[in-house]
């Protein structure tokens, strides 16, 4: 069994989109409201609180008069944030990530919890609880029905807001389909600068996707309102002291829908790839090892290198030779895949790297250089 992550856009009337506001806030209130009890009781008592006793604390907390507004929501989502913060928390204590910080209004994600079991969804609606029917859309992908009473489960579902709209994101349970995978084709890649990546057995590479077009024009618009911005901060400016006005604050919301947009498309270029690649059913699969010193040593490179996503190929490459059971090979640093002649065997020790073409002394192959060195990766044998 594997996840799959869905997502599905809703579409909540002025009433319902209201109350999602209302869920997110009081998700961070929740959260923060943990690590502020989780901190003081440690001052206090030197001891970790559990997540269990803050939880009950809560509880006690909406009870209250004063913390009424908590109870307009489902009371499964503080509970869920609580526990949110206890996972941060455990994370920073097994030194996977930071000590979790509070969540702000601006800078944290717009996000809640809701429990899959009050989920009740039919063509064109899903039912949250306390918040009622809300028109979505999403290509049937869904699974129909009354969650509890069907017994139908979806994983970690949660509510979220990007900055335009709103929308569902769900793990859903499928079963894995093993592909009958070729013994005799070993697939090389190889990466490069002016195309994303040249595959031995495809006879055109993958485009830098960041030479297209709208690609291009994309960037542009984003560099323009970088400098919009600055500009009006620094027209704001007040001695030292930098104002964030309304236009300010809607330019850099503009900023980060476009910026968002763009990696998506990096990230669906990269996905398509990848897809094409292990759909050819390949035994295996081998990449180069990245030089990733020497590559970030040149500014020029370094930049190329992060727009092209080269660790995010490598890494979805992976990922997908794992899932249909592809054998997964980075080549030792050292091997000499761009000078070698994948006709003979003769390396060619002069090539530069402004030779596009490698021309064979010893048997006259002619080839791409970047072609020949994706061959040679395919023929190549660790030791
Ligand atoms: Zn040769």
């Not at 928390?89 to 097994?94: L, S, V």
């Not at 995978?181 to 040249?198: C, F, H, Q, T, Y």
């Not at 829908?257 to 295996?284: D, F, G, W, Y």
């Not at 002649?341 to 010893?362: E, F, P, V």
């Amino acid at each position: 069994m594997m996840i799959k992550g869905i997502k599905v856009k809703l579409y909540p009337t002025r009433e319902q989109e209201i109350l999602l506001w209302k869920s997110a806030g009081i998700a961070r209130f929740a959260y923060n409201w943990a690590k502020r009890f989780s901190d003081t009781y440690y001052r206090i008592f030197r001891k970790t609180v559990s997540c269990g006793a803050m939880r009950k604390h809560f509880t006690k907390l909406r009870r209250r008069k004063k913390y009424a507004w908590l109870n307009e929501v489902s009371s499964e989502i503080p509970q869920q944030a609580i526990k949110d913060f206890d996972n941060a928390r455990t994370r920073y204590f097994e030194h996977i990530s930071k000590l979790p910080k509070f969540k702000t209004k601006k800078k944290s994600k717009v996000s809640f919890f809701h429990n899959n079991n009050k989920f009740v969804v039919e063509d064109g609606y899903i039912q949250l609880e306390k918040i009622g029917k809300i028109r979505m859309s999403d290509e049937s992908r869904l699974p129909r029905g009354r969650y509890k009473k069907d017994k139908i489960k979806v994983t970690n579902p949660r509510i979220k807001h990007n900055g335009r709209y709103w929308y569902l994101s769900v793990g859903i349970e499928c079963e894995e389909t093993p592909l009958k995978l070729n013994p005799d084709l070993s697939v090389g890649i190889d990466l490069g600068i002016k195309e994303l990546a040249i595959v031995s057995n495809f006879e055109k590479p993958f485009c830098n996707i960041n030479k297209t077009k709208s690609v291009r024009k994309l960037k542009k618009r984003i560099r323009r309102l970088k400098r919009q911005a600055s500009r009006k901060y620094e027209k704001n400016r007040r001695g030292q002291q930098f104002i964030k006005t309304n236009n300010i604050r809607k330019l850099e919301q503009k900023i980060k829908i476009l910026e968002q947009h763009l990696t998506n498309i990096r990230v669906n270029h990269t996905h398509q790839a990848t897809n094409m690649i292990a759909k050819t059913k390949p035994s295996r699969i081998v990449m180069e090892t990245l030089n990733v010193k020497g590559m970030l040593k040149n500014r020029h490179l370094a930049d190329a290198v992060q727009e092209q996503g080269f660790y995010r190929f490598i890494q979805y490459m992976k990922y997908k030779s794992e899932k249909y059971g592809i054998k997964f090979i980075q080549a030792d640093r050292f091997y000499p895949s761009s000078k070698t002649c994948s006709c003979c065997g003769n390396i060619k020790s002069d090539l530069k790297l402004s030779d596009r073409i490698y021309y064979c002394d010893n048997c006259g192959m002619i080839l791409d250089r970047d072609k020949n060195a994706s061959i040679n990766l395919a023929n190549y044998q660790s030791a």
